[in-house]
């Protein structure tokens, strides 16, 4: 009995028959490529065996994957076994590897120690200032408005090395940098007295990062920042990279508070030390350690900013029709107090969230459903409650005075607002049929740098226009 | 004549470590063996077999290994280990009891 070599077409039948039983048996999670061999092999011996008593290739391969059961079957008694494996596991070290040559394991360990090396580079950078005599107890400030730099520099350079991005690309992101930490350490801003730092140096502190970001996505994107696709990953890393980041920070407190507890024990304080060492170097390190931990498992676990949106959308939906309900009901009015509108910026910003995040994960293809609603409502309570708080502020905005703080504040609701109404007429045609739910992503993808020019504006503009207080 | 699913599934550790202490195989040569040896009375589905040598990896009572087999192809070979061949004693004293407990009721009768 000739084996595989032969190249008539019965062989190259079987061939694909095997092939495509393979392929059915892959599907499912608790069969590893190992295990697909193992039994591959064994249909390959009885279809042999068969063969030998004169069946042909057809009948012979029928006969086998009979005997070997259905493939529902043999996953179901595989999973009774393997039950762990129906838990997607980050594997790190990655051991698949018999009778497979290639191996990700070597790219994803060489990658590791990059960002490894990256992590504790920008631990180092923090405490770099300090050895030029400029120490955390008494420059607070310039701690503060160059936090960004400790970070996000290192995090571009992550995704610059890696994509790759071409040269023009390092160029520009690496002038972005390099601008912006000229420009706002350039900036007089007045040496702070006691506890109190001047309101624009918090704005540019806040705004920053968030005008940086896009630097860090044109990284991200490997410089094909063009088509809407690409955004959206960046987005979605993004999302990702906050939950990770904050699960490592409290990950970090627990680690804190513990060092504190253990070494009390000992009469030891160590306050000075997580203050001055553990704290900043975590901080800015753990940011580049979750960039790469979010990118080596976005294919293995399932993305958590989608779920939880699928959670609360549903709550703060509620939430606010409870809200108006209440507010028409009672006739209250929104008491405009200087920060209530802070407030409703960040129920802007909650619902902001939830929109974009139901929106990375939808498939565009999809006819409209009842989470679409769901959504919908969302954007339009949010709306109402919003122009409603905006009115009663608006009221007695003059006589309130023009502080950056409130200007900003302002400025961000109009920006939200804005983006949540293009998001809800948009939402609306598509409800209807009138609009593909793909323009909804190009609305946001296109907002991102509405989002950016507002932030650069308050960093950099702000001080300017009010004098540095 | 069919033999119970249950009956099985009990004897199948048994008759695995059995054929694995005549020597190193692997599966499909185990399943041949196990068919010849109860005159194809004791009939497994084939796929079954694989969760059980997985179980019997996981607690360490056969290894195994990737070998180049003579079609060319990688081939999963197993060996009983000594905490397999004392496990094997142990299911042959428990077969044994209850094949001389049931030889003696029936015999009289």
């Not at chain 1, 094909?224 to 699960?247: A, C, K, N, P, Q």
């Amino acid at each position: 009995m000739e084996q595989k070599r032969t190249d008539n077409p019965a062989a190259d039948s079987l061939e694909r028959q095997i092939e495509a039983w393979r392929a059915h048996l892959r599907k499912s999670p608790t069969i590893t490529r190992q295990d697909a061999a193992e039994l591959e092999d064994h249909l390959r011996e009885q279809i042999a065996s068969l063969g030998a008593d004169g069946l042909s290739n057809d009948e012979a391969f029928l006969v086998a994957v009979k005997r070997m059961g259905a493939i529902d079957a043999l996953t179901r008694e595989f999973a009774r076994e393997h039950s762990d494996r129906l838990w997607k596991q980050l594997v790190l070290s990655g051991d698949e590897g018999a009778g497979s040559a290639e191996s990700p394991a070597a790219g994803l360990s060489r990658k590791l120690l990059v960002a490894l090396g990256l992590a504790v580079a920008a631990a180092m950078a923090i405490k770099v200032p300090a050895l030029f005599g400029i120490g955390f107890d008494q420059h607070r400030a310039f701690y503060v408005l160059n936090a960004s730099f400790f970070a996000l520099p290192f995090i571009a350079a992550y995704f610059a090395w890696d994509r790759p991005l071409p040269r023009s690309g390092r160029l520009l992101v690496a002038a972005v940098f390099a601008a912006a930490v000229v420009l706002v350490n350039a900036f007089p801003f007045p040496a702070p007295d006691g506890d109190h730092v001047p309101h624009t140096l918090v704005l540019t502190a806040l705004h920053l990062p968030i005008a940086l970001w896009l630097a860090v996505g044109i990284a991200y994107v490997g410089g094909r920042w063009r088509g809407s696709e690409r955004r959206m990953d960046f987005i979605r890393f993004t999302g990702e990279l906050f939950i990770y980041y904050v699960l490592i920070g409290l990950g970090g407190g627990v680690l804190m508070a513990m060092s504190v507890a253990i070494f009390e024990a000992i009469g030891v304080k160590m306050e000075p030390y997580l203050e001055n060492w553990i704290l900043p170097c975590g901080a800015v390190g753990a940011a580049m350690v979750a960039s790469w931990l979010v990118e080596a498992k976005k294919s293995v676990i399932e993305n958590m900013a989608p779920v939880l949106t699928r959670i609360f959308t549903p709550l703060f939906t509620l939430l606010l029709i409870a809200f108006i309900t209440t507010m028409v009901g009672t006739g209250r009015r929104i008491d405009a107090e200087r920060e209530v509108l802070i407030a409703f910026d960040l129920l802007l910003v909650v619902v902001f969230g939830l929109l974009l995040y139901s929106i990375s994960a939808r498939d565009a293809q999809q006819p409209p459903g009842l989470f679409d609603g769901i959504q919908l409502t969302l954007i339009g309570a949010a709306l109402v409650v919003d122009v409603v708080a905006l009115w009663a502020i608006g009221t007695r905005i003059s006589s309130f005075g023009s502080t950056p703080n409130r200007v900003a504040a302002l400025g961000e609701n109009i920006v939200l607002l804005a983006n949540l109404a293009g998001s809800a007429i948009i939402y609306a045609g598509f409800l209807r049929g009138r609009q593909a739910f793909s323009r909804l992503c190009g609305w946001q993808m296109f907002y991102l740098y509405v989002f950016a020019a507002w932030a650069a504006v308050v960093a950099f503009v702000f001080p300017l226009i009010f004098g540095f207080a | 004549m069919s033999i119970n699913k249950d009956l099985v599934a009990a004897s199948s550790t048994a008759l695995v470590l059995a054929i694995l202490a005549e020597g190193d195989s692997y599966g499909y040569a185990i399943l041949k063996r196990v068919r010849e040896l109860s005159g194809g009375e004791l009939e497994w589905t084939d796929g079954m077999l694989y969760p059980v040598l997985h179980r019997l990896e996981r607690s360490r009572l056969v290894e195994s290994r990737w070998m180049k087999a003579k079609s060319g192809r990688q081939r999963k070979y197993y060996r009983i280990t000594d905490a397999g061949r004392t496990q094997l004693a142990d299911e042959r004293r428990q077969w044994e009891t209850v094949d001389k407990a049931l030889g003696k009721i029936w015999e009289r009768s």
